[in-house]
């Protein structure tokens, strides 16, 4: 009898806010150690907490993308634990009134549509970091993270494979960028997750699960749970048991060890903040946000194949990222061509952003610019080759399209008397090509265009080095 794996994810997501959850203190990523930790932070005696107001939007916004409710009376309290990171000796954050909770996300499965749902999603704010080897043999606490407002979202144990799980975070991490709830960056650490996984065989109570701690890569988060399913297996069907316990995983070696023994609830001594207030959020206050709610990624994929008759797959990458259909949008309003643009971003602009690891937001061409670049192309004063070369002068300029073309003389041309020499030309000069399309290899049509876009510098306009060579060779 096969095993069947049983998955919860808890997903640690940092929130957009420029200050920290009850401090003002900047929440800046990559500043030197120590130097965004206000009093509140480092935990001074008499130093009260503030609520950050902004956090709440974000999480009712959390709660309608994913089919959540909003509670509308909302606590604080205090998780008790030492670690050196946490000057507090507790962590705020919320487990009997989690601000968001009882929702779903459907998810896309082999099997197809899954219905994954969602325990709940609470605030609670993040503890400092360690930093070792900085000083040789010595560990070195870093709180500039602390008190960094977090929104944990904790899924019901409804995933049953590694795959199942990527689908959900994905789903989830667009979610969390798209309405601006989280830049979602993992390498920085704003969108990390904690996997709980255990086996069972078909009908039986769930099994002990093991705790994969703080994983911030889709690729690893899904070895890492591979990995420990094969390890229960194994461990099981040798006759052994499973130790409920936290354990870490290694990317280097592809494997997981044990951290700590997996506490429970009662363990944290949890108790309501007395330095905070109850939260009470207005009817008013959730109908704002709704008003305010953008197109989600599937309505305006729809929207844009139905406007634009984009392809499915074309409408699908666009909106992956807010950025990009961001990026896209405002090419339209410069009033570039919708099928050229999405050619150029799906085409050579991601590969351009691919090779040098970037995103949509750190291209150094403005939509302005690019929409300028497009529009070239739509009116023919440059070929789409030409406008390959445009593109890589303009990434290392401020100059428009227009500005690059003058420059470099690069206009397309048109003038048929200047083709039809160079088509001469190369038809002369290639005998053995002509003998080859006259006894129907038509494919070799190709090589005659490419010889006289070389001949032209690459200015010659295609259709008709095309349409003319067709008519010279019959």
Known sequence: MSWEVVIGLEVHTQLTTKTKLFSGTSTLYGQEPNTQAGIFDLALPG???RLNDGVIDKAIRLA?????????????????????????GYQTSQLDAPIVYDGHLMIETESGLKKIRVNRAHLEEDAGGSR???????????????????????SEPDLSSASEAISYLRQLHQIVTWLDISDGNMQEGSFRCDANVSIRKP??????????????????????????????IKILESGGTITQETRLYDSDKNETRSMRAKEEAND???????????????DERIDAVKASFPLMPEELKVELMEKHDLSDYDAGVLVQSRAMADYFAALLSFKADAKIAV????????????????????????????????????????????????????????????????????????????????????????????????????????????????????????????????????
Do not use: C
Not at 64 to 70: E, F, R, Y
Not at 204 to 229: C, D
Not at 268 to 282: K, Q, W
């Open 47 to 49: 130093v009260l907490p």
């Open 64 to 88: 309608i993308a994913t089919n959540s409710k909003v509670q509308q009376r909302t606590i604080f309290e205090r998780k008790h634990y030492f670690y050196p990171d946490l000057p507090k």
């Open 132 to 154: 070792h080897g900085v000083v040789p043999g010595m560990t070195g606490i870093d709180l500039n993270r602390a008190g960094t407002p977090l929104l944990e979202i904790v």
């Open 203 to 232: 009908g039986e109570p769930l099994g002990t699960r093991t705790e994969l701690k703080n994983i911030n890569s889709f690729r690893f988060i899904e070895q890492a749970i591979n990995y420990e399913v094969a390890r229960q």
């Open 268 to 282: 944290y001594r949890y108790f309501h903040d007395p330095d905070l207030l109850p939260i009470i959020i207005s």
């Open 343 to 474: 050619n150029w971003l799906l085409g050579d602009v991601s590969a351009y952003l691919n090779e040098k690891d970037l995103e949509i937001s750190e291209l150094s061409i403005s939509a302005e610019r690019l929409a300028g670049l497009l529009n070239r192309i739509q009116d023919k004063t440059i070929s789409n080759n030409i406008a390959k070369k445009v593109f890589a002068l303009m990434i290392d300029s401020e100059k428009s399209a227009d500005e690059v073309i003058e420059a470099e003389g690069l206009k397309q041309v048109t003038d048929t008397g200047a083709i039809e020499g160079w088509v001469d030309e190369v038809i002369a000069k290639n005998p053995k090509q002509v003998e080859q399309f006259k006894s129907g290899q038509t494919k070799i049509l190709g090589f005659f265009v490419g010889q006289v876009m070389k001949l032209s510098q690459g200015k010659a306009d295609p259709a008709v080095i095309n349409q003319m060579i067709a008519e010279k060779l019959q």
